[in-house]
């Protein structure tokens, strides 16, 4: 199994509709998760930081957060076709020293108009 | 404020030889994390260091290697080179270590190697 899991798409919706990025971590202590975007041929830039169970709201985008079902998601309302892009879920595995930022595959969205 | 630089931005090289990457983190942050991004494997983690210690490794074989300087720059070194080293090399700095905060990872653009 691997540490992080995304369905790697791609996930096409139109303009205007509701875009639902899914991903699931392997450890169960992991207390910090992160949701970033990287354009075609770009680095990947942070859009949500989340480390409470619940929802996180910041603008069009929301990021869901269930330890217990060991699962974070990212919803982004109002697609527009600049949102268009791979997205990639990382998570702290590990503690302390040995704690280290892992990445999922990444789920790639198009946003048709 | 400069964000994270990294040279040289393409490379081309051989099989069997070497390649020193850079990266210059954002000033005031001392911890630099490298990471491999390539189509079939996604991004993955080869290494962290945190004031000229290394605090973190991936699971990459030994050729690849990496060192950090008092002012917080970064090198990668690989050697040996294999054809599947062809790769963006990325690398992102944070104010404390990645492992231990919450602090944001700001990403360089990369440097794109290609092995032939």
């Known amino acids: 199994q691997k540490e992080v899991e995304q369905n790697s798409g791609p996930l096409s919706v139109p303009e205007g509709a509701i875009a639902s990025l899914n991903c699931t971590y392997s450890?169960?202590?992991?207390?910090?998760f992160f949701w970033y975007r990287q354009y075609s041929g770009k680095s990947p830039e942070l859009i949500m930081s989340?480390?409470?169970?619940g929802d996180k709201e910041d603008g069009r985008f929301t990021a869901q957060l269930n330890k217990a079902s060991q699962y974070v998601s990212l919803l982004i309302r109002d697609s527009q076709p600049s949102d268009s892009a791979t997205y990639l879920c990382?998570?702290?595995?590990?503690?302390?020293?040995?704690?280290?930022?892992?990445f999922g595959q990444g789920t790639t969205l198009q946003v048709k108009p | 404020k400069a964000g994270v630089t990294q040279t040289p931005r393409y490379l081309i090289k051989t099989r069997g030889q070497q390649v020193t990457l850079s990266c210059s983190p954002i000033?005031?942050?001392?911890?630099v994390s490298w990471y491999q991004q390539t189509p079939g494997q996604g991004l993955q983690f080869l290494f962290e260091?945190?004031?000229?210690?290394?605090?973190n490794k991936g699971n990459f074989p030994g050729r690849f290697s990496g060192r950090q300087f008092s002012n917080s720059r970064s090198e990668m070194n690989v050697s040996t080179l294999e054809l599947g080293d062809s790769a963006l090399y990325l690398c992102?700095?944070?104010?404390?270590?990645?492992?231990?905060?919450?602090?944001?990872?700001?990403f360089g653009p990369g440097t794109r190697l290609t092995v032939l």
């Open positions: 992102a700095s944070s104010r404390t270590s990645g492992g231990l905060s919450t602090d944001t990872q700001y």
């Open positions: 450890d169960r202590v992991s207390q910090s």
């Open positions: 989340i480390y409470s169970n």
């Open positions: 990382a998570v702290i595995i590990g503690s302390g020293n040995t704690g280290k930022l892992i």
């Open positions: 000033s005031g942050h001392r911890s």
């Open positions: 260091y945190f004031s000229e210690t290394q605090r």
